[in-house]
């Protein structure tokens, strides 16, 4: 359903498309794309063609990704608006840079999350410490976004973990900082060297306290860290993080010149891969993820073999944001490098939180121990795992219960006995667990996702299945766990999700993309908005049958002529009505006296109900509305047979498709959609005057620039700011109509 609704969504954007093959006046707002697309120099500003050409390009492209800056450099408040503005990394949005977005739309969606980085003074100005270690930020009493918004909003806090592959990963953050409240999916694997935090002691290595403020050895052993990952593992992504700028610069010039040595490895570091290879330091790395990160602490123990308590930002406040930042980037390993151990630390009183949670990390980066201790297990003694347990332990498996942490765990798990750290199998049961879900989807489908992606094999086991046909379950568990044993050093269920994460993947994303935007769900061609409006079509035929003349025919016989005609042609004018029951009847000339019995006929059709008279023109009885229509050359008499009504219809059309415009633009487009050849001055004079009467009503509004444009408000009152709900479409699958799912919004 999400895929069939990206395919219709995409269906949906496409009809919309301004014509930019087609011609368009200079003047209108396609016409400006079209030229300044065809440009080599002397392009227009962006803000300026964002201002008079705003509309097609939104129209194009309905998702712009910014920063709050340059909104407000390149984005006219008056002329660009949004239905939604979403800000991502919220929490290091400062008030004053977002009110710009603010003004920009109608709904605001902010993502963020209060124990990452606050916005900071970071980029702003560079003010050196006593010791020259690190620059200073200012943090105290700097509200972001997020936290101005969090106490009125309504607000959802997503509580599931998906990044990280290991729990070793996102341990720490999540005893230090959210309480354990987040949920984390357990790996198959306990203890791999290809999976969980790391930790490499170099005791040998200097800090450089009093010069450069770096330890350039342990920049080495990073730098030859990253060579041996390229050579080893060119597929897995990898990114470096630093305490210090100072001390990313020197990681950055080492792996230079490593680099040097190794050119064959220059593919791994190009930058046009889907996750390319970076250093970076603990203030720019947020919102970054790789497989790998290597973590270089640079602060240590100096050439006096003393350990200093000043770790640069992160013993300020706000420290410890920033630690949680660096330590939760990576998704299968994260490796930290250090010239010093946790148990050197020593903590005072007055010791900053940030330097309290590094001693946690790095202690458990160390020998696996958590300083706290864990929450205490909920019951979840359930007769029926018991039992299968029980029968596993018989057949000679080692089984594991509630294996995992931090919210989720799997009800069974089978010890491979080839290599006791990881796990053949998870078996889930139907328990007090599984009816405990509030949501079947999450309970029978996203989970077990979630766990094959992270390379566990799932067998599900059914409280009614085992009590009813025991034996045939417990010999499809033996085999699911023969079977798994046989493939443990194979290819697993893991290796062809985590191609997702591997840069320059040609295969990701074609699910989604398999369809050409152009066509719809049945594979036809999306239908374009006509480059004229309908044809104007004329009355073929009387349903009056009489020989008599037109001035001897009762009125209630002329009365079902008119009729006819404006049923066909109406808005109509009366002296086209007059014409067409003339040449229908057969005369070639009206004169006096046709033309007073024809108004007859008219005037008792009015009477009757069977049209409406609004002014000189006839309208259908039973349907007020109007269309702009195309007039061949033998239908179209005069610019004042057609009414104001359907040259505001045929001036909204043109809108349509050239967008904003200024007035002398749509002149002749409107009169080439109303069939006339050429524009004379009565025409011109006539559409001037139905533009200015638009404007004056408020159907039109006249933008900064001058430009007139549609006025959305008086198109639709009351109207929802949201997308409005796409149409049922045939599923491909159920050959059923398939309802929008609300949430892809």
Known sequence: MIDLNKTRLSARLRVVWPPLSEGAPPGSAVGILRREANKTRSQMPLRKLMTEAGGPVQNLKPCFMMSPLSIAQFLDPRTTRFDVIIFDEASQVRPADALGALLRGSQLIVMGDRHQLPPTSFFDHLVEED?????????????????????????????????????????????????????????????????????????????????????????????????????????????????????????EHEIELCRKEHPELESFFSRDGLEPFF????????????????????????????????????TKDGGERRLNVLITRARTQCVVFSNFR?????????????????????????????????????????????????????????????????????????????????????????????????????????????????????????????????????????????????????????????????????????????????????????????????????CARLSVVTSQPIPDCPR???????????????????????????????????????????????????EQGLVMRKDDFLWPARDGSVKPRFRADDALLDVEFICDEEIVETLKAVLER????????????????????????????????????MTEEGVLKTQPNGMLDLNRDTLRPGAPRRPEALPLAPCPVAGSQCPVDELTW
């Open 131 to 251: 010791e020259g270690d690190e620059e200073a930020t200012a943090t105290v009493g700097v509200d972001s976004i997020l936290e101005l918004c969090s106490p009125v909003f309504l607000c959802k806090q997503l509580l599931w973990h998906y990044r990280s592959e290991h729990e070793s990963l996102i341990a720490v953050s999540n005893q230090e900082f959210y309480e354990n409240s987040l949920r984390v999916y357990p790996s198959p694997a306990k203890v791999s060297d290809e999976l969980g935090l790391k930790f490499v002691h170099l005791p040998n290595t200097v800090y450089d306290r009093g010069g450069s403020a770096t330890n350039r050895e342990e920049a080495r052993a990073v730098a030859r860290a990253v060579i041996e990952h390229a050579q080893r593992a060119p597929g897995s992504s990898l990114g470096v993080g630093a305490f210090s700028i100072k001390q990313q610069h020197v990681i």
């Open 279 to 314: 250093v970076k330091n603990l203030e720019t790395i947020q919102g970054d993820e790789r497989n790998v990160i290597f973590l270089s602490i640079g602060y240590g123990k100096g050439a006096d073999e003393q350990l200093k308590r000043n770790f640069g930002p992160l």
């Open 342 to 538: 946790a148990a050197e630390i020593q903590l005072e009183p007055t010791s900053s939180a940030g330097l309290r949670a590094l001693k946690v990390f790095l202690e458990y980066a160390e020998n696996g121990r958590l300083t706290m201790p864990k929450a205490p297990l909920e019951d979840t003694k359930s007769a029926f795992e018991e039992a299968v347990e029980s029968f596993l332990i018989a057949a000679g498996y080692v089984v594991r219960r509630q294996v995992g942490s931090a919210g989720f765990r799997i009800d069974l798990a089978v010890v491979d006995p080839a290599l006791p750290g990881r796990y053949l199998l998870g078996i889930e049961c139907d328990g007090a667990k599984y009816h405990s879900s509030r949501v079947a989807r999450d309970r029978d489908r996203l989970r077990q996702q979630a766990l094959e992606r992270l390379g566990w094999r799932i067998q599900r086991v059914w409280s009614a299945d085992w009590y009813r046909r025991r034996r045939e379950v417990q010999a499809g568990l033996v085999a699911a766990i023969k079977e798994a044993q046989a493939g443990a050093h194979g290819p697993s269920p893991k290796s062809s999700a985590k191609t997702i994460a591997e840069p320059g993947n040609p295969t990701q994303g074609t699910a989604s993309t398999s369809k050409p935007a152009q066509q719809n769900l049945n594979g036809t061609q999306v239908p374009r908005s006509p480059a004229r409006g309908v044809d104007y079509v004329n």
């Open 556 to 606: 209630s016989k002329l009365a079902e002529a008119v009729r006819d005609v404006v049923e066909v042609e109406g808005p109509v004018h009366v002296d086209e009505v007059v014409r067409r029951i003339r040449t229908l009847w057969g005369f070639k000339r009206s004169g006096h006296i046709i033309r007073e019995a024809i108004c007859r006929g008219v005037r008792f059709a009015e």
């Open 658 to 693: 050239q967008f904003a415009s200024y007035p002398e633009a749509l002149i002749n487009p409107a009169a080439r959609f109303l069939g006339f050849q050429a524009t004379s001055e009565l025409v011109a004079a006539r559409i001037r005057a139905v533009l200015q009467h």
